[in-house]
């Protein structure tokens, strides 16, 4: 049995398996959080199985060499319950001590020239691939894949950007720095997905403290042109529509949301098609 310790925003846990490439995994993508604590939290163990053989299951994208886990959690280490949830369990927003605390998006944010900006789309929108193009012109990460959202603010989350094949400016980097060695996953339709962490890119690339938003924005790389202003109702149901599940009840979200847009300068809908005039575009906004 293998096992790493980590430590997400104050909450201990260890994670053990038979799995000595998921631990090495969990090792590199979460390598910010991981914690010499004696005294978790949280145990999880997590068997891992050729196929698919019934709930709980977790296919996680390649995560797990597109194998099927079998995971349950514990908080005695004595007495396990199934994890029966959807999401991924690190970090394990889904059950105390962390469920409730967070609105959850799926979105990436960063801050340029003092500026908030949370990007929100869809997998594949583009959210990455503007991150990347900013970072080179001098923004810095707040957070890839997941927003945190406390009290009106985002919270730094460290974890290494998913770099797609049609990412060109970020696989011409790698072509270029040869010292840089991505982990690469493939998920169960045969996509590739580069894990990076950006201090192997850039000098200073994350920023340290929550901040306040600024601005929401909605990238399409499928489209071309100018961006236009969205009112808040729009930004509202997209936003909706991104949320992921961290233990908020039905009033609590539609509070957070609303605290959230409403604290914000506002929200437009950025075509990044092309993505240095879409950079521009956005620049020319906040």
């Not at 005294?39 to 891992?48: A, C, E, R, W």
């Amino acid at each position: 049995m293998h096992n790493t310790n980590l430590n997400f925003f104050g909450t201990e846990m260890v994670v053990f398996s038979d799995n000595e490439i998921l631990i090495d995994r969990i090792n590199f993508i979460f390598r910010y959080f991981l914690s010499d604590c004696t005294s978790p939290q949280i145990f999880f163990k997590v068997s891992t199985r050729k196929k698919t053989i019934g709930n709980p299951l977790l296919l996680d994208d390649g995560l797990l060499t597109n194998r099927t886990a079998v995971i349950s959690y514990s908080y005695d280490n004595k007495k396990y319950y199934s994890w029966d949830y959807n999401d991924t369990f690190l970090p394990p927003l889904q059950i105390y001590p962390l469920a409730g605390r967070f609105l959850v998006l799926h979105g990436c944010a960063i801050m340029i020239k003092g500026r908030t900006i949370v990007f929100v789309s869809p997998s594949f929108g583009g959210k990455t691939t503007m991150v990347y193009y900013a970072l080179k012109q001098g923004a810095s990460c707040i957070t890839d894949d997941l927003v945190f959202i406390e009290n009106g603010n985002v919270i730094p989350y460290k974890k290494p950007v998913g770099i797609r094949e049609t990412n060109h400016v970020a696989i011409t980097d790698f072509n270029v720095r040869k010292d840089v060695h991505p982990l690469t996953l493939i998920n169960p339709q045969g996509l590739a997905t580069h894990l990076v962490h950006l201090d192997d890119l850039f000098n200073v690339p994350y920023v340290e403290d929550p901040s306040s938003i600024d601005w929401f924005v909605i990238p399409d790389k499928n489209k071309t042109g100018k961006p236009r202003k969205l009112d808040m109702f729009e930004v509202t149901r997209r936003l909706s529509a991104s949320i992921c599940n961290s233990g908020l009840d039905d009033r609590a979200l539609l509070e957070s949301l609303f605290f959230a847009t409403s604290s914000a300068k506002g929200a437009f809908f950025l075509p990044t098609g092309d993505i240095e005039n879409a950079f521009n575009n956005m620049m020319s906004i906040i």
